[in-house]
T-cell receptor
Framework: AQSVTQPDIHITVSEGASLELRCNYSYGATPYLFWYVQSPGQGLQLLLKYFSGDTLVQGIKGFEAEFKRSQSSFNLRKPSVHWSDAAEYFCAVLPNTGKLIFGQGTTLQVKP | NAGVTQTPKFQVLKTGQSMTLQCAQDMNHEYMSWYRQDPGMGLRLIHYSVGAGITDQGEVPNGYNVSRSTTEDFPLRLLSAAPSQTSVYFC????????????FGSGTRLTVV
């Protein structure tokens, strides 16, 4: 069965430090991959997506993610974190069933 | 403003009561879906629709009904609320069920006592 794993439930980084959020998926074919961000009390906003082509994708708010087929991973990165990045982040995979599957989420806390 | 609108934003129900969560989109999207969000479990698909008159079950459909009489609206019905249905519910839409961004509403926080 398809699944998405975000190994880190909670991450704390200092403002200005770099960030990497991990995402691993289980799916037989090349998946369509997404990262969403959810600020407290808000809905989900798309940060970036991978459908095909260049495996390094750029998103909004200075985020990027790299698709690594050999590792079944789609990790999210940002070179310098801002206090406003504190939120919950969700990785998701879209298999050919058309049913979007989410990971458990990673809560990011940013220290001043 | 184009987007997905969910009402109400907050609701408290007593066990056994029924209610309908409303979802409307004005982007002419064919695909609409309902998710529930619970701590530590991410978002789980309840029901979805690939067009007017067509609905299907997701991962956690029990206790919920849906219908899709128009392209714009996709209401979620709880027939007899249970405390296990306490959750945050999100509606999402996209132009297709295939590779396409899902646009999410702002959510409905439901508490069943």
């Amino acid at each position: 069965a398809q699944s998405v794993t975000q190994p880190d439930i909670h991450i704390t980084v200092s403002e200005g430090a770099s960030l990497e959020l991990r995402c691993n998926y289980s799916y037989g074919a090349t998946p369509y991959l997404f990262w969403y961000v959810q600020s407290p009390g808000q809905g989900l906003q798309l940060l970036l997506k991978y459908f095909s082509g260049d495996t390094l994708v750029q998103g909004i708010k200075g985020f990027e993610a790299e698709f690594k087929r050999s590792q079944s991973s789609f990790n999210l990165r940002k070179p310098s974190v801002h206090w406003s990045d504190a939120a919950e982040y969700f990785c998701a995979v879209l298999p050919n069933t058309g049913k979007l599957i989410f990971g458990q989420g990673t809560t990011l806390q940013v220290k001043p | 403003n184009a987007g997905v609108t969910q009402t109400p934003k907050f609701q408290v129900l007593k066990t056994g009561q029924s209610m309908t969560l409303q979802c409307a989109q004005d982007m002419n999207h064919e695909y609409m879906s309902w998710y529930r969000q619970d701590p530590g479990m991410g978002l789980r698909l309840i029901h979805y629709s690939v067009g007017a008159g067509i609905t299907d079950q997701g991962e956690v459909p029990n206790g919920y009904n849906v219908s899709r009489s128009t392209t714009e609206d996709f209401p979620l019905r709880l027939l007899s609320a249970a405390p296990s249905q306490t959750s945050v519910y999100f509606c999402a839409s996209s132009y297709s069920d295939r590779p396409a961004e899902r646009i999410f509403g702002s959510g409905t926080r439901l508490t069943v006592v």
